[in-house]
């Protein structure tokens, strides 16, 4: 353990413009972490008074791409046991004191942990249990490193690598509401369509014309959003059509380069 009696654990963060929470996730994280280092990428509002004033160390950072800012903010952490937040995830009590757990007896036992997502919506309670997604987010820089990488800033896992369980969720206040939400999803599918490998013409076409429901369907079903209610059915329906403008987008990139071929 630390001075200050917790783990050696630098929890770190990627900002621009995110004064809507950063206070809260700075304070959250600092409940089990020595240390929040927060990468700024050029702030315009209060971002770095806020993060300061919550007790984070704030680093300009011109932003390259995902996987790069994520890489950098790894190097600038004072551990080598790291949690990686967004600036819209809460750590609670909960987890903070499963993750101290880890340390009890010295080096956690394993090298990356998997961590569940649960997202809060703009309508109704957290969805703890469905909905959300699985993350790395405790790991050990020196076996684990962000992939350098514009678009993707999830590492790979090689196969029979033990991982390690934490059971209590992370909260992710991922939007204010549909608004915000599209906002996001326009963005990133942009990012990834621009980004990703190249799919076929033909490929991408009857993704365009027929995969849409599909891309509900696994949201609304296989995820279990329909335990969410009316807003889960309707952020299945935001979040597939998301998916699929990543198609669309991609296809529109393959007309520029191919041709239209």
């Known amino acids: 353990m630390t001075e200050l009696g917790k783990p050696p654990l630098s929890a770190y963060?990627?900002?621009?413009?995110?004064a809507r929470m950063i206070g809260d996730v700075v304070r959250a994280a600092l409940q089990v972490a020595d240390e929040v280092v927060i990468v700024d990428s050029g702030s315009t509002d209060d971002t770095v008074k806020i993060a300061e004033n919550a007790g984070a160390r704030v680093i300009a950072h011109e932003w390259p791409g995902n996987g790069h800012q994520k890489r950098f903010a790894e190097e600038q952490?004072?551990?080598?046991w790291l949690l990686d937040l967004d600036a819209d995830e809460i750590?609670?009590?909960?987890?903070?004191?499963?993750?101290?757990a880890q340390f009890e007896s010295g080096e956690p036992s394993f090298h990356v942990y998997r961590t569940p997502m649960a997202f809060v919506p703009a309508v109704g309670d957290a969805w703890v249990g469905f909905g959300g997604s699985v993350r790395h987010k405790l790991y050990d820089r020196r076996q684990f490193r962000a992939p350098a990488h514009a678009a993707w800033d999830q590492f790979e896992i090689p196969a029979g690598t033990p991982v390690g369980r934490l059971n209590s969720p992370i909260f992710h206040y991922a939007f204010t509401g549909a608004e915000h939400l599209m906002e996001k999803l326009n963005r990133n599918s942009s990012v990834r369509a621009r980004e990703a490998p190249l799919k076929s013409t033909p490929m991408l076409i009857l993704r365009i014309l027929f995969a849409l429901p599909f891309y509900f369907l696994k949201r609304y079903l296989l995820d279990g959003l329909f335990r969410g209610g009316v807003y889960g059915f309707a952020f299945?329906?935001?979040?597939?059509y998301g998916r699929w403008l990543r198609d669309v987008k991609m296809y529109e990139r393959a007309h520029k380069e191919r041709g239209g071929q």
């Open 236 to 240: 299945a329906m935001m979040s597939g």
């Open 77 to 80: 952490c004072r551990h080598d």
């Open 13 to 18: 963060i990627r900002t621009k413009n995110e």
């Open 91 to 100: 750590i609670t009590p909960e987890l903070s004191r499963e993750i101290a």
